[in-house]
T-cell receptor, first 114, second 115 residues
């Protein structure tokens, strides 16, 4: 069975601190896809990144970086020098090539305090 | 480019009433899906479709029906609403699962309250 676990329900940090959001996944598929989505207070879901299972390269985009480790089935997300605008709920998701289902974690609410 | 359009944005129903949540996309996406979002539960898949005439159940399909008569539209029907269906509903679509740039595009959501 596929599963995505985001153990951190809520995290509060002070502006300019670095913060890492954890994501652990379970799947028996050899080819799969991992995603991060952001849901700001306005409620829409914003795509941040997609990573394929055969590509373990870490990625950096501005203040955002992602660490994908197949050995630990983790796809963690780090925000460097956090800002108030980063306050949102962040979802990790898993999709497999063998099915057409995307499974989401329960989300981590990040609060960045000024 | 409108993307994924959901209507209505808000809806209040009485127990036992029926209604249809509308979802349309203008990106020629093959894959469309419905999720519900509840506090502490994340996004749970209700139903999905991989093309016109093809639908399948997700994690929480009970109480909901779908059909896909066109590529563009994927309505979600509640035949007899129950308070347990109070939730925020999101429609999402994507290109073929085989595409290298496949990702879900979401609508803006429908907040449904069943009294």
């Amino acid at each position: 069975a596929q599963k995505v676990t985001q153990a951190q329900t809520e995290i509060s940090v002070v502006e300019k601190e670095d913060v890492t959001l954890d994501c652990v996944y379970e799947t028996r598929d050899t080819t799969y896809y991992l995603f991060w989505y952001k849901q700001p207070p306005s409620g829409e879901l914003v795509f941040l990144i997609r990573r394929n299972s055969f590509d373990e390269q870490n990625e950096i985009s501005g203040r955002y970086s992602w660490n994908f480790q197949k050995s630990t089935s983790s796809f963690n997300f780090t925000i460097t020098a956090s800002q108030v605008v980063d306050s949102a709920v962040y979802f990790c998701a898993l999709g497999s090539s063998g099915t057409y289902k995307y499974i989401f974690g329960t989300g981590t609410r990040l609060k960045v305090l000024a | 480019n409108a993307g994924v359009t959901q209507t209505p944005k808000f809806q209040v129903l009485k127990t036992g009433q029926s209604m249809t949540l509308q979802c349309a996309q203008d990106m020629n996406h093959e894959y469309m899906s419905w999720y519900r979002q509840d506090p502490g539960m994340g996004l749970r898949l209700i139903h999905y479709s991989v093309g016109a005439g093809i639908t399948d159940q997700g994690e929480v399909p009970n109480g909901y029906n779908v059909s896909r008569s066109t590529t563009e539209d994927f309505p979600l029907r509640l035949l007899s609403a129950a308070p347990s269906q109070t939730s925020v509903y999101f429609c999402a679509s994507s290109y073929s699962r085989q595409g290298s740039d496949e990702k879900l595009f979401f609508g803006s959501g429908t907040q449904l309250s069943v009294l």
